[in-house]
């Protein structure tokens, strides 16, 4: 079992709140992704429930016990850091077998779940290698390989991807995501990366400032963002926002659209604008507008569009897909 609970969990450095009255929900196997902006506190609330950092106040929750007293090596998780923190004198096998040895399990127990790691993660053949004769990704699936070992109840994975290339990345978004799924355990990845978040994530926990904005799936998060904040952070290219007034909207404040839901129309279908720059993607094509009172508006077209720098174009938002915000910043719901 692995479902993670917290119960208004707190952290403070002195007089400054790093974490703000946390309260979640983790289910037993899934898949679940913090995100957000440098400094809102994500890698800090990963480092509470690993137990690597003292709890101000609040109850952290492992399958019903609460474990904020119970020191990091008994609350039954492995942690996958952004460093590969492999010991370079050790092989491959030595590396994965450590934590085991330091339990003091049998010789062929050891083995035996190595040897099986090694199977899953593709890493039999480099078992008597060096970490130094790895590529990047080996070394990440050999740190992989140690956490899988333990059989935790829970996998934690700080940032695990973000000193590879953004082709190994993809890859390795893969190999996590199908790893997580085959073995059924409860797995918290912390990403500045909302691309990743939305591809690998069951749930994603949106963070700013310390503060949970909003948790739910990925779909979710991008159909009915809660707030602002979400909105803007969830989706890439963003989302663009207009002064409700400006757009004809009465009693909201900020209007929502998405790229991909700003229709590039005729002269005269919609809001006018000039063309700032235009990105020919071969599949997409993204237009930055400027929208006069509007702002600057970003809208993505599929396919190749001739238009460029200076161009006049028309914009029309698809109706049903408008998000509406108060003064606030939360949504309007209809």
Partial sequence: ????????????????NIIKDANLDIENGSFVVFV???G???TTLLRLIAGLEDVTGGQILIDGKNVVDVPPAKRGLSMVFQSYALYPHMSVRGNIAFGLKMAGLPRPEIDRKVEAAAATLNLTPYLDRKPRELSGGQRQRVAIGRAIVREPKAFLFDEP??????????QMRLEVTKLQKQLGTTAIYVTHDQVEAMTMADKIVVLNAGRIEQYGSPLELYERPANLFVAGFIGSPKMNFVPGEAAGEPG?????IRPEHLKIGKEGEGWPGTVSVAEHLGRDTFLYVDAGTLGMLTA???GEFSLKAGDRVWL???PARLHRFDKEGAAVRA
């Fill in 1 to 16: 079992m692995g479902q993670i609970t917290l119960q208004g969990v707190r952290k403070s450095f002195g007089p400054v």
């Fill in 36 to 38: 957000g902006p440098s």
């Fill in 40 to 42: 809102c506190g994500k």
């Fill in 161 to 170: 991807l973000s000193n590879l290339d953004a082709a190994l990345r993809v």
């Fill in 252 to 256: 909201v404040a900020t209007l929502g």
């Fill in 300 to 302: 993505r077209g599929v």
């Fill in 316 to 318: 029309s938002p698809e």
